[in-house]
T-cell receptor
Framework: DADVTQTPRNRITKTGKRIMLECSQTKGHDRMYWYRQDPGLGLRLIYYSFDVKDINKGEISDGYSVSRQAQAKFSLSLESAIPNQTALYFC?????????????????FGPGTRLTVT | DQQVKQNSPSLSVQEGRISILNCDYTNSMFDYFLWYKKYPAEGPTFLISISSIKDKNEDGRFTVFLNKSAKHLSLHIVPSQPGDSAVYFCAASAGNAGNMLTFGGGTRLMVKP
């Protein structure tokens, strides 16, 4: 079974609709992230959470909100979807790696959700 | 402005030859660098990393080189195999920024049999 799962895997929705993307993990990590991938722009951070009570905006949070329902669950919502939110969305979790030095948080990604807003 | 850039969107290499993927960064606070590999319909997976205190790290067919003065890193794959065909993302981390990752735009590598 996958350690990081995302539902749905594909979704087509209309402009103005509310949509929720869900992420679950069995890795036991405290840190979770939501990214979107657009061609040529790589992965850009939308929101991140370092524990259940900690939610932080990332680089491109406008138009999105999140909920950390439990350590294992982190949901991303688009309150009113617009066409330029059409993208591939990834959830990730991370774990502190030490060694090596300096310590860093290696991220583990889910399989992604392809969202199309028409 | 993108702090991590991969200027080649795609690269085509013959099987058995060397693949060299390049990445440039602008933030001098980055102290850890990673390469992720992504196949279609899958999430990125960690490939190899390097600390800013080193200039080379090797893992089997994969070697990452870091040139801090030029703010440049590269990933060498030798020999290249068709299964290496994927999108490769360079990422950088700054310890003083909570170890958040900043990603480049990716390079699509195609290894021809």
């Amino acid at each position: 079974d996958a350690d990081v799962t995302q539902t749905p895997r594909n979704r087509i929705t209309k402009t103005g609709k509310r949509i929720m993307l869900e992420c679950s993990q069995t890795k036991g990590h405290d840190r979770m992230y939501w990214y979107r991938q657009d061609p040529g722009l790589g992965l850009r951070l939308i929101y991140y959470s370092f524990d259940v009570k900690d939610i932080n905006k990332g680089e491109i949070s406008d138009g999105y909100s999140v909920s950390r329902q439990a350590q294992a669950k982190f949901s991303l919502s688009l309150e009113s979807a617009i066409p330029n939110q059409t993208a591939l969305y990834f959830c990730a979790t991370s774990d502190l790696q030490t060694p090596p030095h300096p310590p860093y948080y290696e991220q583990y990604f889910g399989p992604g959700t392809r969202l199309t807003v028409t | 402005d993108q702090q991590v850039k991969q200027n080649s969107p795609s690269l085509s290499v013959q099987e058995g030859r060397i693949s060299i993927l390049n990445c440039d960064y602008t933030n001098s606070m980055f102290d850890y660098f990673l390469w992720y590999k992504k196949y279609p319909a899958e999430g990125p997976t960690f490939l190899i990393s390097i600390s800013s205190i080193k200039d080379k790290n090797e893992d089997g067919r994969f070697t990452v080189f870091l040139n801090k003065s030029a703010k440049h890193l590269s990933l060498h794959i030798v020999p290249s195999q068709p299964g290496d065909s994927a999108v490769y993302f360079c990422a950088a981390s700054a310890g003083n920024a909570g170890n958040m990752l900043t990603f480049g735009g990716g390079t699509r590598l195609m290894v021809k049999p």
